[in-house]
């Protein structure tokens, strides 16, 4: 193991720990350093990589903090690598999605408030409205999900399904689908999601998304070729 590494494991184990919680500051750094056991230079990297991924916050002339380690924060680098894989990774993202996203909207079902049906009927309206403007429809598709999804109240679960939703792989699929004439199918199938959740019904709700999900998943192993087509 590397000396930053070493570094980096040790200031974890602190937080797992206990020793140091969300929004605690951080000793000073020759203190933390001979208390780890740790050169400053080691140190000092492992803060630098700690805080690129929201575990730690460097605030200048004021010291280092450990952050909420709230989900929403530790998760949200996943959008980024989402957005650079290569094609064969996007089928595994959206295997991912279609492993989760159903179970999601089953669950959404059974908690989602009428405020919140209002915001995805919205999206959903829009996304009609928006016709054969793929760049609307892509606001809103994701809008959409991101609705349903967040109507769980899982923030754990809302970040990650919206860290693998791609941007990218949503802009492919919509322009795929106005080109192939099937855009109005994938508009009846979020219909479908959307009425399943008015009628509270986990079972329908989980069944639309599938089909829904599944769909994509289809259309895209077809477009790179995938002799595994569904």
């Known amino acids: 193991m590397g000396l930053t590494d070493e570094a980096i494991t040790k200031i974890k184990s602190m937080i797992v720990a ?3 919680r ?3 500051r951080l000793p000073k750094e020759a203190d933390l350093a001979d208390h780890l056991g740790l050169s400053r230079s080691s140190l000092r990297e492992a803060v630098k990589a700690l805080s690129q991924i929201r575990v730690l916050d460097v605030r200048q002339g004021d010291g280092t903090y450990v952050t909420s380690l709230q989900p929403n924060l530790l998760l949200e680098g996943i959008s980024t690598a989402v957005e650079l894989v290569q094609d064969e990774t996007l089928l595994e993202l959206t295997e991912v999605r279609r492993l989760l996203e159903p179970a999601a909207t089953g669950l959404a ?4 408030s009428a405020d919140q049906l209002a915001e ?3 999206h959903l309206d829009a996304m009609r409205d928006a016709a054969e403007d793929v760049e609307q429809l892509i606001k809103h598709d994701t809008a959409f999900h991101r609705a349903v999804v967040a109507a769980t109240g899982n923030v754990t679960l809302t970040t990650l399904l ?3 939703s791609s941007q990218t792989l949503r802009a492919r699929v919509w322009r795929g689908l106005i080109d192939a004439n099937a855009a109005g199918r994938t508009l ?3 219909q479908a999601i959307y009425s399943a959740l008015v009628a509270r019904d ?3 709700a989980e069944a639309a998304e599938l089909v829904h999900v599944t769909s994509i998943e289809t259309w895209l192993r077809a477009q790179l070729g995938d002799p595994d087509t569904l």
């Not at 079902?109 to 989602?112: K, N, V």
């Open 18 to 20: 206990g020793e140091l």
């Open 22 to 24: 969300p929004g605690d």
């Open 109 to 112: 079902a059974t908690r989602i």
């Open 120 to 122: 995805v009927k919205g």
């Open 162 to 164: 919206d860290g693998i």
């Open 188 to 190: 009846a199938e979020h």
């Open 202 to 204: 986990a079972v329908l």
